[in-house]
T-cell receptor, first 112, second 115 residues
Framework: DAKTTQPNSMESNEEEPVHLPCNHSTISGTDYIHWYRQLPSQGPEYVIHGLTSNVNNRMASLAIAEDRKSSTLILHRATLRDAAVYYCILRSPSIAGTALIFGKGTTLSVSS | EAGVVQSPRYKIIEKKQPVAFWCNPISGHNTLYWYLQNLGQGPELLIRYENEEAVDDSQLPKDRFSAERLKGVDSTLKIQPAELGDSAVYLC?????????????FGPGTRLTVL
């Protein structure tokens, strides 16, 4: 899997939008961009994934750059419960079923 | 629908003692993973099962770690003997077969402390 780069930490205030960046300059044409997050004392949970077009679901939005070398996970209104480590992971469909390769992720702190 | 179940949630043992962790994946999920997570790091794969077959155990330290998934459902990970460096969180995850994007569902993990 190609490498991703994320900031170590970010801070946000409650009810404000949060934009979590991820750089993946060596992404291949078939790699999907996945985001997982890990709340304190819990296992990681899937957030969202996309290939080329921007994606929305109940948890977040994923904005993908036109050249696909970067992406941004958007939390529209951060809550205290969104404080977690967010991981950006590239996945090729050809290796479906194999392990996720996690980096250190971005630790998001949310203040009230 | 029940999620991935792991037990125990916490375990404290002395070095050189054996320890075992249990995982029950989501019903119908063929693929089961054991990950190791050290403090401040992302999870790393130890072993992956497709049904009862271990298809990727290249990162499992086989001198002291063993795992089984006898009937292709629940799984046990064992360490014998435990060392101080084994203190970490052990995560189990499962995934349904045939999912092109392969969402993985994680349990809460077992936090192991070796004294």
């Amino acid at each position: 899997d190609a490498k991703t780069t994320q900031p170590n930490s970010m801070e946000s205030n409650e009810e404000e939008p949060v934009h979590l960046p991820c750089n993946h300059s060596t992404i291949s044409g078939t790699d999907y961009i996945h985001w997982y997050r890990q709340l304190p004392s819990q296992g990681p949970e899937y957030v969202i994934h996309g290939l080329t077009s921007n994606v929305n679901n109940r948890m977040a939005s994923l904005a993908i750059a036109e050249d696909r070398k970067s992406s941004t996970l958007i939390l529209h209104r951060a809550t205290l419960r969104d404080a977690a480590v967010y991981y950006c992971i590239l996945r090729s469909p050809s290796i479906a079923g194999t392990a996720l390769i996690f980096g250190k992720g971005t630790t998001l702190s949310v203040s009230s | 629908e029940a999620g991935v179940v792991q037990s125990p949630r916490y375990k404290i043992i002395e070095k050189k003692q054996p320890v075992a962790f249990w995982c029950n994946p989501i019903s119908g999920h063929n693929t089961l993973y054991w990950y190791l997570q050290n403090l401040g790091q992302g999870p790393e794969l130890l072993i992956r099962y497709e049904n009862e077959e271990a298809v990727d155990d290249s990162q499992l330290p086989k001198d002291r770690f063993s795992a089984e998934r006898l009937k292709g459902v629940d799984s046990t990970l064992k360490i014998q003997p435990a060392e101080l460096g084994d203190s970490a969180v052990y995560l189990c995850a499962s995934s349904p077969a045939g999912s092109s994007y392969n969402e993985q569902f994680f349990g809460p993990g077992t936090r192991l402390t070796v004294l």
